[in-house]
């Protein structure tokens, strides 16, 4: 069993950069591939970056690469998502999700343990 708690959504103004932080207990979170989504209001829940358990792999969504960056403390039990340069468009809830392997999933339906979402928003 994996717990995740997300933080650090807030308002931010565009071009602006946030950090988000999710903290996760568990004894084997070294062995889960950690994943960042998001949804918007009237809209599916969207991949947006995933880590291998390493944290030596990383994939992202087209939308967000170049400007997202996603990293994993195995020693903190902790995955991050750096936000910079952000537009109204990554306005969303934003979710950390869990799946123990190795492999690096890019849908909801492929995450076990999801976290109760932190609201980014970004203001024109």
């Known amino acids: 069993q994996v717990q995740l708690v997300e933080s650090g959504g807030r308002l931010v103004q565009t071009g602006g950069s946030l950090r988000l932080s999710c903290a996760a207990s568990?004894?084997?979170?070294?062995?889960?591939?950690m994943g960042w989504f998001r949804q918007a209001p009237g809209k599916e829940r969207e991949f947006v970056a995933a880590?291998?358990?390493?944290?030596?792999?990383?994939s992202y969504a087209d939308s967000v690469k170049g400007r997202f960056t996603i990293s994993k403390d195995n020693a903190k039990n902790t995955v991050a998502l750096q936000m910079n340069s952000l537009k109204p468009e990554d306005t969303a809830v934003y979710y950390c999700?869990?799946?123990?392997?190795?492999?690096?999933?890019?849908?909801?339906?492929?995450?076990?343990?999801w976290g109760q979402g932190t609201q980014v928003t970004v203001s024109s």
């Open positions: 568990g004894r084997t979170f070294s062995r889960y591939v």
């Open positions: 999700a869990a799946r123990p392997g190795f492999s690096m999933v890019v849908v909801p339906g492929g995450y076990v343990y």
């Open positions: 880590i291998s358990w390493s944290g030596g792999s990383s």
